[in-house]
């Protein structure tokens, strides 16, 4: 069965600095593997997902991911933070969740 | 995107009584239908796959005749959780999927039993 984990609960980053989420995975078959972002008292949205092809994924609000198949990592980026991007992020593969990173932006 | 609509969005029951969430895809046709657990502060915990037509399948440690879930048509799915206690207080969610696993979220139930 598919795993995902996620590298730290909470990260914090100045409005403006690169934001990097880690997530690895553990699977024996290609992976589908994906990005939700839960913004208070609202359901997961789809970021970004992979599937096949190109490994680097560019989603919404301008995050992207690269599949990393050598290091079975799926992390996920963005440039420059913005307050907005504050929430609750979750990786994840076919029906599995990692445990979820909470971003906090401050100014 | 996809829009999947979840009611009620918060309720409160007395220990013993039954509640019902409903889970509906607003603008396609989902055929397949997933329920999520979710405690505070923790991931999303599959609970069960439904299927149009079909009976739910459970995942392992769900009790199946508490948790009752039905999927009557291609746009909505129904869960029923009986005779509930304490413990079963948690924000539940649905969402639809897709052939690639990508999936629509409805905006999840918090519930509270007394």
């Known amino acids: 069965a598919q795993s995902v984990t996620q590298l730290g609960s909470h990260v914090s980053v100045s409005e403006g600095a690169l934001v990097l989420l880690r997530c690895n995975y553990s699977?024996?078959?290609?992976?589908?593997l994906f990005w939700y972002v839960q913004y208070p008292n609202q359901g997961l949205q789809l970021l970004l997902k992979?599937?096949?092809?190109?490994?680097l994924v560019k989603g919404i609000n301008g995050f992207e991911a690269e599949f990393k198949k050598s290091e079975t990592s799926f992390h996920l980026t963005k440039p420059s933070a913005h307050m907005s991007d504050a929430a609750e992020y979750f990786c994840?593969?076919?029906?599995?969740f990692g445990q979820g990173t909470i971003l906090t932006v401050h100014p | 995107g996809a829009v999947v609509s979840q009611h009620p969005s918060w309720v409160i029951c007395k220990s013993g009584t039954s509640v019902k969430i409903e889970c509906r895809s607003l603008?396609?046709?989902?055929?397949?239908m997933f329920w999520y657990r979710q405690f505070p502060k923790q991931s999303l915990m599959l609970m069960a796959t439904?299927?149009?037509?079909?009976?739910?399948?459970?995942e392992q440690g769900v009790e199946k005749d508490k948790f009752l879930i039905n999927h009557a048509s291609l746009t909505l799915s129904t869960l029923t959780v009986t005779s509930a206690h304490p413990e079963d207080s948690s924000f539940y969610i649905c969402?639809?999927?897709?052939?690639?696993?990508?999936?629509?979220f409805g905006p999840g139930t918090r519930l509270t039993v007394t």
């Open positions: 699977s024996s078959v290609p992976p589908y």
């Open positions: 992979y599937t096949t092809g190109a490994t």
């Open positions: 994840a593969g076919k029906l599995t």
């Open positions: 969402s639809a999927g897709q052939l690639t696993y990508e999936q629509y």
């Open positions: 603008d396609f046709q989902a055929t397949t």
């Open positions: 439904s299927n149009e037509g079909s009976k739910a399948t459970y």
